[in-house]
Structure formats: structure tokens, C-alpha cells
């Protein structure tokens, strides 16, 4: 019976054990930020437009304002939306700080830009563009805002004048915040 009853605790106690040392508390939550800016850009020659955000403007800043810990670069990407049917060119994308820095700027040369209707262009950046973005994004309260341009040059192809695109530059970040 003593056999029974030794083996029992034991058991008991690698139960206890795997439970206490299996539960971590959860301290941290990481949310996923998709930044997508929608720009069009129209007009006879050369079509560029910009649009402006602010972190400050999403609800998922808002609403996790005291318990950020910290906000980093995830991904970047382009695509198009709509353009003029065989609009061809060089597409540039671009990221610019309020104070004038670039985080990134990308030009997809001799495109036709239909071509990123279903499959989106991955911007890939440098890792010393991440640090300087990351950087900024640490700042976040202070670096707030950003400007994204669009743009088609080199038209070669498409009917028109006047040309039409509408695209998105969407970037991803991480928040991370405390519980």
C-alpha cells in the first residue's frame, strides 16, 4: 500500500511540476499594423501623386497609446488597384518622413502596371533603411508622420492621354505592447 501511495505522490508532483514550470504569464501582446495608403495619380505626361498619415491616426496606436513598448518595421509591399487599360512605365514608390528623411524610395522600371493588380511587388528594404525606419518608428510620438508618393514616369504605352493609376503602398509594422 505504501508502494500505491509513493507512487501516487510522485505522480502528483510531476503533474504539479510540469504546470508550474509550463505557464508562462503572458506580459507582452504583438500586433500586426497593415499601413495601406491608396494614392491616384492622373494627368497627360509624368502622373505622381502623395498622400500623408500618421501612426497617430490608427486606432490600434489609440487604443495601446500607454502600453507600447515597441513599434517595428515588419514588410512593405506595392500594388495596383486600377489604371488605364496598357498604362506601361516606370513606377517609383516612396516613403518620406515629416521632416524630409526617406525611409524608402523604389522605382519598378518598364512595367506595365496591370501587372500588380494580382500580384503585389515586394519592396524589399536595405537593412540600413529597416534601421532608420525602426528608428524613426522607436520615436513614434515624435516622428509621427509620413508621406507616400506615387508615381509613373517613362509612359510608353496605354491609351491615353490623359493616363490614370491608382495603387497602394502598404507597409506592415509590429506593435508590441505590455498586458
Known amino acids: 500500500m ?9 505522480f502528483i508532483g510531476i503533474i504539479i511540476t510540469i504546470g508550474i514550470l509550463s505557464c508562462d504569464e503572458l506580459e507582452n501582446l504583438f500586433i500586426n499594423l497593415k499601413i495601406s495608403q491608396e494614392i491616384t495619380a492622373s494627368g497627360d505626361g ?7 498619415f500618421c501612426l497617430s491616426d490608427f486606432d490600434e496606436i489609440q487604443d495601446n497609446i500607454d502600453n507600447i513598448q515597441e513599434i517595428i518595421y ?6 495596383t488597384l ?10 517609383f514608390a516612396s516613403l518620406v518622413s515629416d521632416d524630409g528623411t526617406t525611409m524608402f524610395s523604389v522605382t519598378i522600371p518598364g512595367v506595365m502596371v496591370e ?8 519592396i524589399v528594404l536595405t537593412q540600413e533603411q529597416i534601421d532608420l525606419f525602426n528608428a524613426y518608428l522607436a520615436d513614434y510620438q515624435n516622428k509621427d508622420c509620413y508621406t507616400t508618393t506615387l508615381s509613373v514616369t517613362n509612359i510608353s504605352a496605354g ?5 490614370s493609376l491608382t495603387g497602394v503602398v502598404e507597409i506592415v509594422v509590429e506593435i508590441k505592447t505590455k498586458i
Do not use: C, H, M, W
Request: glycine share 6%; charged share 20%; proline share 11%.
Open 159 to 163: 491609351s491615353g492621354p490623359p493616363y
Open 46 to 52: 509624368p502622373i505622381s501623386a502623395t498622400d500623408f
Open 2 to 10: 505504501n508502494k500505491i501511495y509513493k507512487q501516487l505522490l510522485l
Open 82 to 91: 486600377s489604371s488605364t487599360p496598357g498604362l506601361t512605365g516606370d513606377i
Open 115 to 122: 501587372d500588380f493588380i494580382d500580384n503585389p511587388f515586394e
Open 74 to 79: 515588419v514588410a512593405a509591399a506595392y500594388r
